[in-house]
């Protein structure tokens, strides 16, 4: 009656209580379940009449009407979860399931635990089910013909965890399963193609990012020498760069200083390190300092309390980061030369001598008005608003500096710029940029900088490749607009 994959999940039901077939189609697993005196009641749901009509077929067949009970439910919404003790989830997208689990609204027994077979997506079901606070306490890959199925039983959890992209595509099963090794081996070659596809498309971030993926399918992520990476990092932006007021570095130690899972983050705040906790990460990479003025005391709402609590290091690169080339302002060269035609080589902005500079001026191909420019930015900074002074003109010269950089807009008109693109801007700065008739551009600190973390991602992954190394999802913009 059950073809190898619903063998497993029928061999995966506890027995101990009713057993819930959600989604039940034509009631196989359920009428199994009751044939095979694993359950004495199952209550198979569906969401629509007609594959009902097919289960209420099914279990009169087997004669087993009178221990299945047929419900007509989205989800879980209409199943009455007194008794339960297993909760199949099978034949569906992992996208649907997280759905069913997440929306339901019913109080689920504290003892039961889902049994799900998705078709699809995997990787997302597995990271929904931590959000939702359950813990995968088994995974099974199984094959009939070509195709593997994957099966996971989840159970709720205490503990808050998080799973990273390399966590969740990478699963939970046994060393010793052939299939489930198999099953990677696909994975990896899925994940090849798709970093591929990227490189095509000229996406490098991208491509490289899944080709490091594909490489930990083989055996997970492995561990680095802190001071490896911290070495690696000051080769490609030297710390000895950074201006004298600044405090980049490596500014908290961990226990033992060695990691395998890595964070980026624009800033360190707390909910970065809690992330950070949560996925098991053991160093933070961040552009801005988490320690920058002296500090007196250390208090319980300071990020550097709760990262020393964690065990987790922090390495901070700010300003030798805005200034090495291939840094924020590098990234952001890049990416306008991408959007926009230039003329001849970029120049530096502010020279700080030794052949370093801090932001980088371009020459275009074509003038541009500052409003057609705004809608470029905007593509590539990703931000919802931009300030801009009230120049009408066209523009071709442009000065750009990341993070905040509107002093220097006295610079830009000295070197013959109409323009300039920077962030924060203060109030005064407006009015001078519209008295020397400059278009001025602010894309906001936030958005100028942050930019800077898929580049980031790249080199430590082309170099570090058995690293997780993630970009953290609470690297967010401080700020609300409405």
């Known amino acids: 009656m059950l073809d190898n994959r619903l063998k497993k999940v029928a061999e995966l039901v506890s027995g101990e209580g009713i057993a819930v077939d959600v989604g039940t189609d034509h009631a196989y697993l359920a009428?199994?379940?009751?044939k095979s005196g694993k359950c004495q009641k199952v209550i198979a749901s569906d969401v629509k009449e007609g594959p009902l009509d097919s289960?209420?077929?099914?279990?009169?067949?087997?004669?087993?009407?009178?221990s299945v009970e047929l419900v007509l439910s989205d989800g879980l919404e209409n199943v009455p979860l007194e008794g339960v003790t297993d909760i199949v989830i099978a034949g569906m997208g992992g996208e649907t399931i997280a759905e069913i689990i997440g929306n339901s609204s019913a109080d689920k027994p504290e003892?039961?635990?889902f049994i799900l077979q998705p078709m699809t997506k995997v990787e997302l079901l597995r990271k929904k089910l931590y959000e939702y606070q359950y813990e995968i306490t088994g995974e099974y890959a199984v094959e009939d013909k070509d195709k593997i199925y994957v099966i996971i039983t989840a159970e709720r959890s205490d503990d808050w965890k998080q799973l990273t992209e390399c966590d969740a595509l990478y699963g939970f099963f046994d060393d010793n399963d052939e299939v489930g090794k198999k099953y990677r081996s696909r994975e990896k070659a899925r994940l090849e193609k798709i970093g591929d596809s990227l490189k095509n498309a000229g996406d490098i971030n991208g491509s490289q990012h899944y080709a490091a993926l594909a490489q930990k399918m083989e055996n997970g992520a492995d561990i680095a020498e802190i001071s490896d990476i911290y070495s690696f990092l000051d080769t490609l932006y030297p710390f000895g760069l950074q201006e004298k007021w600044d405090n980049s570095g490596l500014l908290v130690e961990s226990f033992d200083m060695k990691c395998s899972k890595v964070l980026l983050s624009l800033d360190i705040t707390n909910k970065v390190v809690n992330e950070a906790f949560e996925?098991?990460?053991?160093?933070i990479i961040s552009h801005h300092p988490v320690i920058f003025e002296p500090r007196k005391r250390i208090t319980r709402d300071d990020p550097v309390f709760r990262l020393i609590e964690c065990g987790i290091a922090a390495v901070c690169m700010h300003t030798n980061l805005d200034i090495a080339n291939g840094g924020t302002n590098g990234v952001i060269l890049e990416k306008l030369s991408e959007k926009l035609e230039l003329s001849g080589d970029p120049q530096p902005f502010e020279e700080l001598g030794g052949g370093n500079g801090l932001g980088w001026i371009i020459e275009l191909s074509e003038p541009i008005l500052p409003a057609?420019?705004?809608k470029v930015l905007k593509s590539i900074f990703g931000c919802e608003y931009i300030r801009m002074s009230k120049r009408r003109n066209k523009v071709s010269k442009i000065a750009f500096c990341s993070g905040s950089g509107g002093s220097m807009l006295r610079l830009a008109a000295e070197k013959g710029c109409d323009a300039l693109i920077t962030g924060d801007v203060k109030h005064d700065v407006w009015i001078d940029a519209n008295n020397l008739g400059i278009a001025l551009l602010d894309c906001g600190h936030f958005h100028t900088e942050n930019i800077v973390l898929p580049e980031l991602r790249r080199v430590l992954e082309e170099k570090f490749p058995q690293l997780?190394?993630?970009?953290?999802?609470?690297?967010?913009?401080?700020?609300e607009y409405v």
């Not at 009428?31 to 009751?34: E, K, P, T, Y």
């Not at 996925?279 to 160093?283: I, S, T, W, Y």
């Open 31 to 34: 009428a199994d379940l009751i």
């Open 55 to 66: 289960a209420r077929s099914t279990v009169e067949k087997y004669g087993v009407q009178d």
């Open 111 to 113: 003892n039961v635990r």
């Open 279 to 283: 996925k098991g990460a053991e160093l």
């Open 372 to 374: 057609e420019l705004a």
């Open 468 to 479: 997780d190394i993630e970009i953290a999802e609470s690297s967010v913009d401080p700020c």
